[in-house]
């Protein structure tokens, strides 16, 4: 089994740039992307940003482009997502993820088999 656990969600001033990090700990035979989504009370989960675990390759939703920025650690098997600049809108909980297969469809919760409990970001305005 692999467990997630998020860190370094909390409160932050708008513009702020608060660093969250996800370490992947367990049975990890493969690691093929790891991801962070976030929730806004009463919406389904959304996809923020995705690194493919064995060169790097990211993908960002439209809404945090140029903004935040995902990257990884294979030794620690952590992956980290740097936000700057936040704004009110970015406040929701965050989510890790992790899958070991290959999915195309990555941008869906479904592609991942393995999630943290979330870390709450709230930016202040």
């Known amino acids: 089994q692999v467990q997630l656990e998020e860190s370094g969600g909390g409160l932050v001033q708008a513009g702020g740039s608060p660093r969250l990090a996800c370490a992947a700990s367990g049975r990890i035979s493969n690691i093929y992307a790891m991801v962070w989504f976030r929730q806004y009370p009463g919406k389904e989960r959304e996809f923020v940003a995705r690194?493919?675990?064995?060169?790097?390759?990211?993908y960002y939703a439209d809404s945090v482009k140029g903004r935040f920025l995902i990257s990884r650690n294979s030794t620690s098997n952590t992956a980290h997502l740097q936000m700057n600049g936040v704004t009110p809108e970015d406040t929701a909980v965050y989510y890790c993820?992790?899958?070991?297969?290959?999915?195309?469809?990555?941008?869906?919760?479904?592609?991942?088999?393995?999630w943290g409990q979330g870390t709450q970001v709230t930016v202040s305005s």
């Open positions: 993820g992790l899958s070991t297969r290959v999915d195309s469809n990555y941008m869906s919760p479904s592609a991942y088999e393995y």
């Open positions: 690194i493919a675990w064995r060169l790097g390759v990211t």
